[in-house]
């Protein structure tokens, strides 16, 4: 009995098992395409070009992905209508792929139609797993919940003094600190940041922040948005949506990096209407640090889900820059190009950290690849790299119609599911979604990755 006590204490202070995470799921040894997504032939045949999927947002229990659609190539006034299509993943989506080797297309089981403007983001309520915001192109921002069979507008912004002039580039929830509610915030390009609550129907925003350079007095042209994570490499990290009092990393259109933080937020209150002016003026964002600028306009930023001080930033130079937020030059760069960059060309639209393996990134290209790096084995080599296929229905002059199949075909977006570690999705130029099944080896915590993403910091 004293040698099963002894036993038994030295396996609880054993680190054996450290970081380690069971999956009962069947073993999957290469990344596949599980779905093909597109919007109803009926609404594509109203386009002359096909409209192009701008943003992808999964719901929380991750059996929902809705996908925004419009265009990035459009100046000036907006001639055409957007959609949000809202697309559904089976129980059992794993048996689903073993009916064929082709992936499944599926038709969406919502479809939202923005008769005024591009949509140009969506992101699903963090708790509420039928809601979705939209973000558009003439500024406007949408709150709708899906129902059953149809779906049914819970409130929308109007077009006055205090809205947003500009795309909407940026759409996230973020929980208030002071009273626990969550506010939706809007972000466009001409550095104007909106707070927006449902409480007063998206009336009037709560909040209105700007971006400004210290140095010229001007406002900077924001292109991407992303909240750093206090939960990072705690069990929360994936449960909690960024609060209001979050720092966050805004690119700019001239590849500038900063990290901001909100003023006064003590002072909003979602609860009043008239909150913008009793504020009197428009509340300004600290920059709180520059780092080294890109050479390109900044596609993407996002903010590590296990180390609160890390991100990185993908650019139209080519590179993907992965940063410590208190220095300011990059700690290291991933080319998922190298190929086109030295061909003059070539770069990442987005980029996304895995929300499971600390050091896995994935990117969608502009030549139609999806390119992923487990940084646990190089930094130099992607672990996967996938032409994205895309078949475009052609008309022909005798009016029959040719499918065609493109591989150059920017991928726009990239999403990790949160809910479900094996799925993840990519929208492309051509408007299509595809929801990949990652192998085991991309989705298994690796034993100590988590002091390998430690000593990265440390570079």
Not at 10 to 23: C, G, L, P, W
Not at 37 to 57: A, I, M, R
Not at 158 to 182: A, F, G, T, V
Not at 329 to 352: H, M, R, V
């Amino acid at each position: 009995m004293p040698l099963m006590e002894h036993q038994l204490e030295q396996n609880a202070s054993s680190h054996a098992f450290d970081e380690f995470d069971v999956n009962w799921n069947d073993q999957v040894d290469n990344v596949q395409c599980l779905y093909n997504f597109t919007l109803p032939k009926v609404v594509q045949s109203k386009f002359q070009s096909p409209l192009s999927c701008t943003d992808l947002s999964w719901n929380s229990n991750g059996r929902l992905i809705a996908a925004s659609f419009g265009r990035f190539n459009v100046t000036g006034w907006c001639l055409e209508s957007g959609y949000i299509a809202v697309y559904e993943i089976s129980n059992d989506f794993q048996n689903d792929l073993k009916v064929g080797e082709k992936s499944i297309t599926k038709t969406p089981t919502h479809v939202i139609h923005i008769e005024e403007s591009y949509a140009m983001r969506v992101a699903f309520h963090p708790k509420m797993e039928s809601v979705v915001a939209i973000g558009t192109y003439d500024g406007g921002v949408r709150i709708h919940k899906l129902e059953a069979e149809t779906d049914s507008l819970i409130a929308a912004s109007s077009i006055e003094q205090y809205s947003h002039k500009d795309p909407i580039l940026s759409l996230q929830w973020l929980k208030n600190r002071i009273d626990n509610s969550y506010v939706l915030v809007s972000m466009s390009s001409d550095g104007v940041i909106l707070w927006w609550t449902a409480r007063n129907r998206l009336a009037i925003p709560i909040a209105r922040y700007k971006l400004l350079d210290l140095e010229k007095g001007s406002s900077l042209g924001i292109s991407s948005l992303s909240f750093l994570n206090k939960y990072a490499g705690s069990s929360l990290q994936n449960k909690i949506a960024p609060t209001t009092d979050n720092s966050f990393i805004v690119g700019t259109e001239v590849g500038q990096i900063f990290k901001t933080s909100f003023t006064q937020i003590e002072r909003v209150n979602t609860t009043k209407k008239d909150v913008l002016e009793s504020l009197s003026s428009q509340l300004n964002c600290n920059i709180d640090f520059k780092y080294e600028s890109t050479t390109g306009y900044c596609h993407s930023v996002e903010a590590s889900p296990f180390q609160k001080n890390m991100f990185l930033c993908s650019s139209s130079d080519g590179l993907v820059r992965v940063y410590n937020s208190f220095k300011q030059k990059d700690i290291l760069t991933l080319q998922p190009q190298a190929e086109k960059i030295a061909n003059s060309g070539g770069y990442g639209y987005d980029a996304k950290w895995s929300p499971f393996r600390p050091l896995v990134v994935a990117i969608g290209t502009d030549s139609g690849r999806l390119v992923i790096y487990d940084l646990e084995q190089s930094s130099s080599l992607p672990a996967i790299t996938i032409d994205v296929e895309t078949e475009v229905q052609f008309q022909l002059h005798n009016n029959s119609t040719a499918n065609v199949t493109m591989t150059n075909n920017a991928v726009h977006c990239v999403r990790f599911n949160y809910a479900m570690r094996e799925l993840l999705a990519t929208g492309d130029q051509q408007g299509q979604i595809k929801i990949w099944l990652l192998n085991d080896d991309l989705i298994q915590l690796k034993r100590k990755e988590m002091r390998k993403l430690s000593e990265l910091l440390k570079l």
